[in-house]
């Protein structure tokens, strides 16, 4: 897996969200996006996911400029997302979510391979027992985790998550931490924006850290956490003196 | 053969068979007034089953339902009368011109939200039926274009009964079809959630588009047939109030579910004939009856029912051992 992203720029109105963003990521990397509220980590995950254009730069996802393609063709390309707030189709089953992005993939293998994979996924998730439920009556946390099974339906190279502890109890917390490092030390690549500072320190093994639309940081957590312009402009002034 | 009588076990396969065998048998008892008002019946089911494929299933809440079918009837219509076209070649281009239409209306609404939606085919719908007003020398207007009958030597409505309850069949089985493959499953992750189902791989404009014209061909096959049948089309047949008729047909049958649909349109139609003596206090029962679906049986009074009836739900499905297939069609 190679991503490498080249001065992204996006404006909304007159507010520049990101000001010429770029960096690469290579292999199984598992890189953890922070930045205060507004700095434009879910317009870059946005962006990389298709919703949003770029104004201007580019996208290479394993050699392909994949900049300001349609959701649909950049989750073809290999790139899978779950969102801030869990959109999960409610009033389908669960299995149904799952066979959504299957057959959206490969039609061809047909309802059955892509139902076999969905009991894979759901087994993997300890969801199975669940897989006849509307997804309208899981939980807040169990929905995010469909999400992401929804992700895993179509192996893709690149995961984006953004905000996956957002909401959720400290003990599926812990389970789904545990899930990204699995996924990790099989090969998955990760971007994962999230405000839960412990976990994001402990997880990634590297840390961008946005602010204004520019990145301001880019190292291993450590470096990172003792970055000054870190800590003036994202950890705040109680960290500082900390 | 094991497969055919396992499924006839179940209660709702047990009922679309009886449903099916009344519908063949029906003209051995009934009169030809009422055999008219099974016609119509049937015409306005498949106005409302694929009217609630389009909203119930694609999200699309189109006013323009009704004003497709009234291509199909007048784009066939003329085409027999002008250019000597054989009569079951007139529907099929009839069918063509909805489709046509339904493709343009449907790529030109891809990105409106439902108000914006709803605005637009009613503005649509109007522009057509004033043109058709209009263009009289072409149309004849309010004085309705004249059609071939769709049996000229029969003195019996048995044929044409026929080939209404045979195309509404048909057109249930081909929607049913749509609903339980691929389409389907796409079409309900669209109505859940644009953004997610494209996110998930869904090709979101080309499902949407999709849906418009093959529900916009359906209403037109029904209006072409259905204008041979009664042998005069006028523009008064796509008034909103016919298009709000079909509308109420289907929410009150169950929006998500076509059976559900099409028998709330034959109940209903078959309803409004029996209560003919009260006049429009007809339609005030009408709409009183529509109001407490929207307000207590969102999900459409027979389907409420229905499933009741057959305990239908994702539940039922885990009693089956199937893995998450959606029961009767969406419920």
Redesign the interface.
Known sequence: MELKIQDLEKRFGGIKALKGISLSLLGNELVGLIGPNGSGKTTLVNII???YKPDSGQIYFNGRDIAGL???KV??EGIG?T?QVT??????????NL???G???D?QLG?ETW?KR??EVLDFLTMDHL????ARSLSGGQQKLLELG?VLM?DPGLILLDEPFAGVHPKLMETIFDYITTLHSEGKAFIIVSHDMDSIFTLSERLIVLSYGEIIADGDPETVKRDEIVIEAYLGEEDASA | MSKITNALRQPIALAALGGLVLILILPLFVQSYWLHVLITAYFYAILASSWALLAGYGGQFSFAHMAFMAIGAYVGGLVAIHLNVPLIASILIGTLAAGLAGLIIGALTLRFKATYLALFTIAFSEILRITIRAEAQITRGDRGLKLTPLFPDSISRVPDYYVLAGLLILCLAFMYWLIQS?VG??L??IR??E??????????VRYKVLVFVLTSMIAGIAGAVFANYVTIITPNIMVLPQMGLVIAMAIIGGVESLIAAAIGAILIQISLELLREFGAWRMVIFGALLIVTLRFASSGLLTTIFNRIFKLG??A??RKG?????TDDGT
């Open positions: 996911g298709g919703i349609k959701p649909n989750a073809t997302r969102f959109r999960a189709f409610r009033r389908m089953t669960v299995m149904e066979l959504v992005p057959m959206a993939h039609p309802r139902q969905g009991r897989r006849n439920d509307y929804q179509t | 691929r499953l796409f309900r992750a859940e959630d953004v997610a189902a494209a996110a998930r791989g869904v090709d979101v994702p539940k499905e885990l199937t893995d998450g297939g959606a």
